[in-house]
């Protein structure tokens, strides 16, 4: 079994939501943190701290992932400061809501270098630590439910997700001998600013058309994360959990029971 990667883990976008999330359960489980933001460094800082409470190291890096290749180099930046790389949690991410027609060629790019070319080079940058170190690793995509599935408004998110899903299938073929396994783990509707239910109880939130009957709570993806990063799941990898509710199930009932066009326009 490869089971002694480095108890050390780099978390992008992780100054709030889900990204958070998993930084403080990482800690949970034992790990050392680097905490990655883009523009939010109070957020970051803050995440940083219950890191800390937990008893773990952290270090907290800026992170723009529109400013590619070189932004990327902040993996190995952490992985210096903290003493080594066991597990890449790639979480920043970005999405536009536009018909594709409607989207601009500079709005195409930025959601594709946010959600697919930095995870693209994080990954690589990782792989090869982890690969140099010799004690395997675990390399962890965020993507989403549509990274399945197809949703009106958002070519280039669905664009970027299902490529990251597909590239981390080909990663998981390419570094299994070296005992790195590579997952997506693929949100639903979660309780965060991006889908603005931030400090929301989601249990407060009636969603029908999703079999629990409610969001996600970001505490739900980590738990799922923390998993996959440690040494119980060395025999999974290439594998998309999906995290929704069952909202991915609901898509063959969706044709009888729509009563209007709604979904055209991204209702």
Not at 63 to 71: I, M, N, R, V
Not at 105 to 121: I, K, N, S, T
Not at 181 to 192: F, H, K, L, M, R
Not at 196 to 213: C, F
């Amino acid at each position: 079994m490869w089971d002694g990667h480095d108890r050390i883990a780099v978390v992008t976008g992780a100054d709030s939501g889900i990204g958070k999330a998993i930084a403080v359960a990482l800690a949970g489980a034992g790990f050392d943190v680097g905490v990655t933001y883009r523009s939010d460094d109070e957020g970051a800082e803050g995440t940083a701290r219950e890191v800390r409470e937990a008893g773990r190291r952290c270090a907290v890096r800026r992170l723009d992932l529109t400013e590619l290749p070189d932004a990327a180099a902040v993996v190995d930046d952490l992985a210096d400061t903290l003493g080594g790389l066991g597990v890449l949690v790639n979480c920043a991410g970005t999405g536009i809501s536009a018909p594709v027609v409607d989207t601009k060629y500079e709005q195409w790019r930025e959601v594709l270098a946010v959600d697919l070319d930095g995870p693209f080079l994080c990954a690589q940058r990782a792989a090869r630590r982890m690969r140099d170190a010799g004690r395997g690793g675990r390399i962890i995509n965020i993507t989403s439910v549509h990274e399945h599935a197809p949703r009106v408004g958002s070519g280039a998110y669905c664009a970027a997700k299902g490529g990251l899903g597909l590239l981390t299938k080909v990663m998981a073929q390419e570094l299994a001998a070296d005992g790195i396994t590579v997952n997506a783990v693929a949100p639903g509707e979660i309780a965060t600013p991006m889908t603005g239910n931030e400090d929301v109880d989601p249990s407060t939130v009636r969603r029908p058309g999703v079999p629990v009957g409610r969001p996600g709570d970001a505490r739900e993806v980590a738990a799922v994360v923390a998993f996959l990063a440690g040494p119980d799941s060395g025999y999974v990898t290439g594998a998309s959990w999906v995290v929704d509710g069952g909202m991915l199930l609901m898509g063959p009932q969706a044709g009888s029971h729509l009563t209007d066009d709604d979904w055209r326009n991204g209702g």
